[in-house]
């Protein structure tokens, strides 16, 4: 019963072991063959990654600015008054405190 099972066993790998070299050959080839195409694929993929991200990038940034000028808008409305009465009082020291124009022959 022994010597059957070891006789099983060797007709098994005198036919398994050439079937997987050859196995492991047509993937080499097939890998080969097929090389260029998955470089032109992971370059397309990279080429996409990066542009996708240089739009997010520029979007985020986009939005980002809309954001700050919509808060600041909104910030700015409750100061107003106080903004219109600054300036009213800086245009009024300005206008009371006129240097002379200096001559066209200063420098």
Known sequence: MLGLLLLVLF???????????????LRIAFGILLLPFKLVGVALKLTAG???GIVGVVLGAAALVVV???????LIIPFLPL?????????????????????????
């Open 83 to 107: 903004f219109i009465v600054a300036g009213g009082i800086w245009l009024i020291w300005r206008l009371a405190r006129r240097r002379p124009s200096p001559g066209l022959g200063a420098v």
């Open 50 to 52: 990066l542009l996708a």
């Open 11 to 25: 007709v098994g790998f005198v036919l398994l072991v050439p079937l997987m070299i050859v196995g492991l050959a």
């Open 68 to 74: 700050l000028v919509a808060t600041g808008a909104l």
